[in-house]
């Protein structure tokens, strides 16, 4: 099929508010792919399978969010190597023979987000610390992975919540600490690690921002309402902070790339997310 006749989507629930569409759509525009579309679908975890059995071959891919991540795998034939990793994927690209292949580019986003935007230096043997184990959190340990961090302390609520990222951990082959919230020494954890990444939701390590704040590197998820306080205490010491929305820029470079074959125009991307969020985070490339 022609490259002026191809459909991408964003597919979760919620999607009704997410800018993918936008970083999507000035890529196309930029590349000349002037038929491409990008849309949201509104679609459940449990309807992914069935969403994707009926797309024609004009459809080139599908970026999923939450719920679907997961559920994402088993709706593949073909499987990464980072996907299978993290037991996610954010990334469908249907391939010529109709077959599709699930990928992660989440972890690229947090890449990115690590070293543009947080100023991260990697080095060999560094230790992180990861506060949540969800699926945001085991992307970012196989991106932390991939710029040679070998060891984490995973600060949780409930440690038995955990057991996805220990799993995560044992097939990456680093080591992994489990540290329950309530009994956690933020200082001494924070002066042994090399860097910080809160996957956790708004509000729920604010307490502990003092203490946070003084890593080397800090990556916050949250960007809305910006600057969240752990960016605020970091940026109040003049350090840098890498935040969701840098991921979210990152993680769609790679989709644009596996959906067209082309390399994406990330400055172009850059600057459309940058104007629709009203340049509330500067999104360093470099």
């Not at 509104?42 to 969403?51: E, H």
């Not at 034939?77 to 990334?91: F, K, P």
């Not at 991260?120 to 945001?136: D, E, I, V």
Request: include cysteine; hydrophobic fraction near 45%.
């Amino acid at each position: 099929m022609a490259l002026t006749d191809r459909r991408a989507a964003i597919v979760g629930q919620p999607v009704e508010h997410s800018l993918s569409p936008v970083l999507h759509s000035a890529a196309y525009q930029a590349l000349g792919l002037t038929g491409w579309t990008y849309s949201r679908i509104s679609c459940d975890a449990d309807g992914l399978r069935d969403l994707v059995a009926g797309l024609g071959p004009e459809w080139a891919g599908l970026s999923v969010t939450m719920p679907g991540k997961q559920a994402a795998l088993a709706v593949a034939d073909e499987v990464t190597e980072r996907a299978s990793l993290v037991g996610a994927g954010n990334t469908l690209v249907q391939l010529p023979d109709g077959g599709w292949r699930i990928d992660c580019t989440d972890v690229d986003g947090v890449v990115g987000a690590l070293l543009y935007a947080g100023g991260y230096q990697r080095k060999p043997g560094a230790h992180a610390l990861l506060l949540g184990a969800g699926g945001t959190a085991l992307a970012t340990m196989v991106a932390l992975a991939s710029v040679d961090v070998d060891s984490f302390a995973l600060v949780v609520r409930d440690p038995a919540r955990a057991a996805d990222a220990s799993r995560c951990a044992e097939r990456l082959g680093v080591k992994l600490d489990v540290v329950r919230w309530s009994a956690a020494d933020f200082r001494d954890l924070v002066a042994s690690s090399d860097v910080v990444v809160s996957t956790v939701p708004a509000g729920v390590a604010d307490s502990q921002v003092s203490e946070l704040a003084a890593a080397p590197c800090v990556v916050d998820v949250i960007y809305h309402p910006w600057p969240t306080p752990l960016a605020a205490a970091v940026q109040a010491r003049g350090g840098r902070i890498g935040t969701g929305l840098d991921m979210l820029l990152h993680q769609a470079f790679g989709q644009v790339s596996q959906f067209t074959g082309l390399p994406a125009p990330r400055e172009v991307m850059r600057d459309a997310l940058f104007d629709a969020t009203g340049g509330t985070v500067p999104l360093p490339l470099a």
